[in-house]
């Protein structure tokens, strides 16, 4: 877990929260409508660290959340509210979460698994995650 207060990282153009464990969220509720991306990371006494990703329409204010330990590691938990959309069972969404690894011992994150598969290798994108790599969920 990076630390409330650390010292800023100073690397390329990345934000440093990219370099801790946490997810990055991004959904698209309607093809017409913008991306809202988030990217969210572990801050102390289960708080949540939230800002937006890249150049998307996300911002801190539309999720709320916490995370807490478990045996295998960490369960984080948010809600979203986006502008203009409430979600019903049926709706197809553009979806895509990505999860940051960080390592003890390291300065920059280990890893990325990235929900949508990413069609295979990719380079560790920060924050800037392909809108047209969204995968589709539908709502239950």
Do not use: K
């Not at 539309?62 to 948010?78: D, F, N, S």
């Not at 979460?97 to 560790?124: A, C, D, F, I, K």
Request: glycine share 16%; hydrophobic share 35%; charged share 25%.
């Amino acid at each position: 877990m990076r630390p409330d207060a650390a010292p800023p990282l100073r690397f390329d153009n990345d934000p440093d929260d990219i370099h801790a464990d946490g997810v990055q969220l991004y959904v698209r509720p309607a093809e017409e409508a913008p991306v809202y991306g988030f990217l969210v990371t572990l801050g102390g006494e289960g708080r949540l660290r939230v800002r937006s990703a890249g150049a998307t329409a996300g911002s801190p204010e539309m999720m709320r959340g916490r995370w807490q330990p478990t045996e295998a590691g960490y369960r984080i938990t948010v809600a979203l509210t986006l502008p203009g959309w409430e979600a019903r069972g049926g709706d197809t969404v553009g979806f895509d979460l990505l999860v940051n690894r960080m390592q003890p011992g390291r300065e920059r994150r280990s890893g990325q698994l990235v929900w949508s598969g990413g069609g295979g290798w990719v380079y560790l994108r920060g924050d800037r995650q392909d809108p047209a790599a969204l995968g589709v969920v539908e709502l239950r």
